[in-house]
């Protein structure tokens, strides 16, 4: 089978050393996906870098800029987090440096989540053990 699509996505957070809450964001389609919430983020087009991927995702889909802090590696040899068969995404915390986060492209609501509200809402399963692991992230702050 073909290698999975590589997805691109951020927690986008409130402060990069010292997180206190996390934005999360509900998919409007596809269907199957609708509902539920995940990282922003999308897949990085052809003679794309993952980075500037992310930009424009964020810009397209929240119309922010945002500047990345580190990248939160997932178990698979290029950093990424396994999602499904088809795809595979790498995540970067990041800060919103101008603009306010709306819901532009597929998503109907955006929520800032607390530590504690983390798994108040309904992830996307392959979003899930990266909530797990940012969540120790918060308490270390
Ligand atoms: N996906 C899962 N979690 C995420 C993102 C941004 C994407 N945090 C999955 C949903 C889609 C696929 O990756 O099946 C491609 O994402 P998009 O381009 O539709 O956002
Ligand atoms: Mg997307």
């Known amino acids: 089978m073909a290698a999975p699509i590589l997805v691109v996505a951020a927690a986008l957070v409130d402060d990069l050393d010292q997180p206190a809450r996390m934005l999360a964001a509900r998919r409007t389609r ?3 996906l609708a509902g ?3 990282f922003p983020g999308g897949k990085v087009d052809q003679g794309e870098t993952p980075v500037s991927a992310l930009h424009r ?10 500047e990345l802090g ?3 590696p997932g178990p698979d040899d290029d950093g990424s987090w396994p999602l499904t068969e088809r795809y595979r995404m790498r995540l970067w915390i990041a800060r919103i440096t101008e603009g306010h986060p709306e819901p532009l ?5 955006l929520r800032w989540l607390s530590s504690a509200e983390l798994h108040d809402v309904d992830w996307i399963e392959g979003d899930l053990p990266i909530v797990t692991a940012l969540r120790a992230h918060f308490e270390e702050a």
Request: negative net charge; charged residues 55%; without cysteine.
């Open 70 to 72: 580190r990248e939160v």
């Open 36 to 38: 539920r919430w995940e």
């Open 105 to 109: 492209e597929d998503h109907d609501e």
């Open 57 to 66: 995702e964020l810009r397209e889909e929240l119309g922010v800029t945002a």
């Open 30 to 32: 596809p269907e199957a």
